[in-house]
């Protein structure tokens, strides 16, 4: 079973998914280290998960990454000030990272990544990026430029070149929402330069929370995964909203329209997955000639739902692509 | 009757087809005493199916069948009489061929041929009171009770001096073929708490949701929303399955992803508190990826289309009840 050395850089909603899934699937809290600068999310982190090694300060990322050498050395960071940690956590001492998990806001990776440029070229975790719109080719870029300028002893007028080989593997994630509930759908690219073993790590750890994970061999269909899965529950969560008024307009009370209309979904998707059918011939099979069904598809045939669907999938694969452009720039604000 | 024994009364399903089937198999997965059920089906190969899925299982076919399902049998040896001269065929591998009458009967055959069996039944249901519950789509409760009544003085009815049983009337959906249907349910007056209760419990077998309804003019939106809906999420994702092909991603993938990001998010909607509205919100931020999506999907009228194709389900339920020969869903 896999028992790495796990650092999540953030501690946000999906760090927090993934985290709790592992933990809920047995992987042993003390190999896990969360670095979050808020102090309320810290609380919150400590009290969800007694003994989960939190920590946030100036040093949190570079602690977390490069590990304690020794409990008195954790103590003197805490004592400067460079380190807050979790006073009931297991121990203060702790290895360097095997696995680090980029899960902070996309807007600050680049700042996060370099200031950690010199600590992963010199321990080589594996890195997982979950961040959107950010490129693989970009994190291999900030930490380049955090290693280069962080090397010691190096001539300021002549920074070491870091040689793109000799930095970690990067693997980036696109999860979706239902990771929270254990239930995600998430697609990942690997660079090149990864191993098998270390694709296996990645698979693993998203598989925590995520039902379906699949891989795609080129980084331009991570947009397409953020159109398909990333933004996708928010389709249906439009979908069932409007049939919920739909019945409700209807004369039906609104509770009960709910009800229906979300386990009609659930049950829809159950069916699909359990059956060897692809979705047209799955729907050819539920639908009558003439009946109640038929009456509705026709509808949303006439109305054109497939291309309001396919434009809708493409502004999100598109939006994902320009937004990847945005933010590997500098100083550029970065939205999902 | 206590209610234990109520829930495990004797049952029987006139029409052995996949719906019937599911329900009787969720039943039985449920710890459902197999020799309180029985099952009438026309169809040889049917009933052979049947019969070595649900190995004891009675199986009635022939022309007596559904008299004696409902009925019950006075003896093995009437049994065995009607066998002999052909008004039905059993199950050779059934526990026993005598049971009781049946307590609570699902009418599951097609409408299309509902009025001429329910009629037939009608003496029998009439002297023995069963709770009726049917799961045929299109058939009203007043047009079942109106057969059952065929026969008998409209005037008797009215004093009261003849009862009908009361007729619950059930729209579920084909997940209850994988044990996760959405059922919308109406009772006639008449119906119990405790009748009630027992169809309740039945469709929970197969559906995690039952919702009642109290105007029967609802169960054409029920068959709107729950009973045709299914294949408006296959439509959905099929149509997202289609949009990934088309940029650039393998179909198994496509399919994949988009069938788990379906079951998730209506996981999510589950478990929420938040409204569907307020859900979507909190994943959407501004000018992000879903915003993009979103803003396209409203742009192209998604809400209205959708209004438009469940009110579309809704009313031809409403005029395939009409008339009286059936819906077909």
């Not at chain 1, 042993?28 to 969360?34: K, N, Y």
């Not at chain 1, 929370?209 to 269909?221: A, G, I, P, R, T």
């Not at chain 1, 009558?288 to 054109?304: C, M, N, Y």
């Not at chain 2, 599951?108 to 329910?118: S, T």
């Amino acid at each position: 079973m896999l028992q790495s050395r796990l650092a999540f850089i953030g501690g946000g909603n999906m760090a927090e998914a993934i985290l709790g899934g592992l933990l809920a699937s047995g992987y042993p809290l003390s190999q896990c280290v969360v670095t979050e600068p808020l102090q309320a999310r810290c609380e919150f982190l400590h009290s969800k998960y007694p003994g989960l090694q939190v920590l946030s300060g100036p040093q949190a990322n570079y602690l977390a990454v490069n590990g304690s050498e020794s409990a008195s050395h954790t103590a003197a960071l805490v004592d400067n000030g460079s380190v807050h940690i979790n006073p009931t956590a297991a121990s203060e001492s702790f290895s360097p990272a095997e696995v680090v998990i980029l899960a902070v806001k996309p807007q600050v990776l680049r700042g996060v990544v370099t200031d950690l440029g010199s600590t992963l070229h010199q321990r080589q975790p594996l890195v997982i990026s979950i961040a959107a719109g950010i490129e693989t080719s970009a994190i291999a870029r900030f930490m380049a430029e955090g290693a280069s300028s962080g090397s010691s002893g190096s001539d300021a007028t002549a920074p070491t070149q870091i040689q793109h080989e000799d930095l970690p593997a990067v693997i980036r994630a696109m999860p979706n929402t239902p990771a929270l509930v254990n239930e995600g759908a998430t697609g990942l690219y690997a660079t090149l330069d990864t191993t098998p073993a270390q694709r296996l790590v990645a698979e693993s750890l998203l598989g925590a929370v995520s039902k379906q994970v699949s891989w795609v061999d080129q980084e331009s269909l991570i947009d397409t995964v953020t159109g398909i899965s990333g933004s996708g529950p928010a389709y249906f969560f439009l979908m069932m909203e409007a049939m919920e008024d739909a019945a409700v307009k209807l004369g039906m009370d609104r509770e009960t329209a709910k009800e229906l209309t979300i386990q009609t979904c659930l049950g829809a998707a159950k069916m699909a997955q359990s059956s060897s059918d692809d979705l047209k011939t799955l729907r050819v099979k539920v639908t009558s000639p003439q009946g109640t069904t038929d009456a509705a598809i026709k509808t949303f045939e006439q109305g054109g739902f497939r291309d309001l669907v396919a434009a809708s999938v493409t502004a999100a694969d598109s939006r994902s692509k320009s937004l990847a452009t945005e933010l590997c720039g500098p100083g550029k604000e970065s939205k999902l | 009757m206590t209610q234990q024994e109520q829930h495990q009364g004797r049952l029987a399903f006139i029409g052995g087809g996949n719906m019937a089937e599911a329900i009787l198999g969720g039943l039985l997965a449920c710890g459902y005493p197999l020799s309180q059920c029985v099952v009438t089906e026309p169809i040889q190969a049917r009933c052979e199916f049947l019969q070595s899925k649900y190995p004891g299982l009675q199986t009635l076919s022939g022309p007596d069948a559904n008299r004696l399902a409902v009925q019950g049998s006075k003896s093995a040896t009437t049994t065995q009489t009607l066998i002999q001269d052909g008004s039905i065929q059993v199950n050779p591998t059934a526990a026993s061929t005598d049971f009781a009458p049946a307590e609570v009967i699902i009418l599951a055959v097609k409408p299309q041929v509902l009025r001429n069996v329910v009629i037939d039944l009608a003496p029998a249901l009439r002297a023995l009171q069963p709770l009726v519950i049917s799961i045929a789509a299109g058939i009203e409760t007043s047009a079942i009770v109106r057969f059952m009544a065929d026969g008998v003085d409209e005037d008797a009815i009215a004093a009261g001096s003849v009862k009908l049983p009361p007729v619950i009337r059930v729209m579920p959906n084909t997940p209850a073929l994988v044990l996760e249907g959405a059922a919308g349910m109406y009772a006639t007056a008449d119906a119990t708490a405790e009748q009630r209760e027992v169809a309740e419990s039945l469709m929970a077998a197969v559906s995690k949701q039952v919702s009642w309804v109290e105007t029967e003019s609802l169960i054409d939106t029920v068959t709107g929303i729950s009973g045709s809906g299914p294949a408006y999420f296959f439509l959905m994702m099929e149509a997202m399955e289609e949009a990934g092909v088309k940029l650039g991603m393998d179909r198994a993938t496509a399919k994949a992803l988009t069938i788990q990001t379906c079951l998730g998010a209506a996981k999510m909607a589950q478990l929420s508190s938040d409204d569907l509205e307020t859900l979507r919100i909190k994943v959407t931020s501004p000018q992000g990826t879903t915003d993009a999506a979103i803003k396209a999907f409203e742009a192209g009228g998604f809400r209205d289309l959708v209004e438009k194709g469940v009110t579309a389900a809704d009313a031809r339920s409403r005029t395939l009840a009409k008339e009286l020969g059936g819906a077909k869903l």
